[in-house]
């Protein structure tokens, strides 16, 4: 498997400017903005703000509270198809709290089966647009990582996503097998690492480290292998995070 060569294609503008016409995502956007709005706490979202480097900015919702506001909001509400996961994850991330995305990061980890493949290039679009980790990780493990598993032509996809020039692409192909355990393509896992060994960030080498260790659970002897074998490749920090709970 070759990974170094893959192009990097441009996410279409249609993605963010073509939102699906639905009537579900009509009726939850009206009850999400209502609810979330009436409970928001300026003074706890500023703080939230700074926590996450100014990101975004918050409506103050602790994440239990959010959950509970979100039952209540999708209460009685049918079961979505891809049209309507699309219409309110675009309309969620087109709102500027930060709370609203991650609501539409919860609809889509429970609702990502109702997807196929063509979901891709609106997961792209959430991942590299106001991206930071606390929405990039969990649609990375969660959202790509169960289309891939449900279409494994995919991969070809993600070989491409991992020499993306933005950071945020590329962890997310590294995080996409993050939850396979013994279904994970180690093949691609170990390229995918040494494809990103070299990169300056500290998303990157985090990200290598965190897959490596999930794998670890699983394998922890092609893990150690690996990291024997291509010694001196990875960042200490990669390498730490990697062999945390299995040893050297």
């Known amino acids: 498997m070759n990974v170094t060569g ?3 294609p441009e996410v ?31 003074e706890r979202a500023a703080t939230m703000r700074a926590y996450m480097k100014d990101v975004a900015p918050y409506l103050g ?12 909001v999708l209460a009685g509400t049918p ?7 699309t219409a309110i994850a675009l309309r969620c991330w087109a709102l500027p709290e930060r709370e609203y995305q991650y609501f539409a990061v919860d609809y889509l980890r429970r609702h990502v089966t109702h997807c196929t493949s063509g979901f891709l ?3 792209r679009h959430l991942v590299s647009t106001v991206p930071w980790w606390d929405t990039v ?17 995919l991969k070809t ?11 945020w692409v590329a962890r997310t192909a590294l995080l996409h097998q993050l939850r396979y355990k013994e279904r994970t393509d180690t093949d691609r896992l170990f390229a995918y690492c040494l494809r990103q060994s070299g990169h300056p960030d500290f998303f990157i ?8 260790r999930e794998y670890a659970k699983t394998d922890p002897e092609a893990v150690r292998g690996f990291l024997a074998r291509e010694k001196g490749r990875f960042a200490p920090l990669s390498v730490r995070e990697a062999l945390k709970n299995v040893g050297p």
């Open 6 to 8: 893959a192009g990097t």
């Open 121 to 123: 290039p609106v997961a």
């Open 205 to 212: 080498r985090k990200a290598i480290g965190w897959c490596l």
């Open 61 to 72: 919702l602790t994440t239990p509270a959010r959950r509970a506001l979100s039952r209540t």
């Open 79 to 85: 079961r979505p198809d891809e049209a309507d996961c």
């Open 137 to 153: 990780d969990a649609l990375a493990a969660h959202v790509v990582g169960g289309l891939v598993a449900a279409d494994p032509k």
């Open 157 to 167: 996809d993600m070989d491409v996503w991992i020499v993306d020039e933005d950071l």
């Open 12 to 42: 279409p503008a249609s993605v963010a400017d073509s939102v699906p016409a639905s009537v579900l995502a009509d009726t939850v956007l009206e009850r999400l903005t209502a609810t979330y709005g009436a409970a928001a706490d300026p």
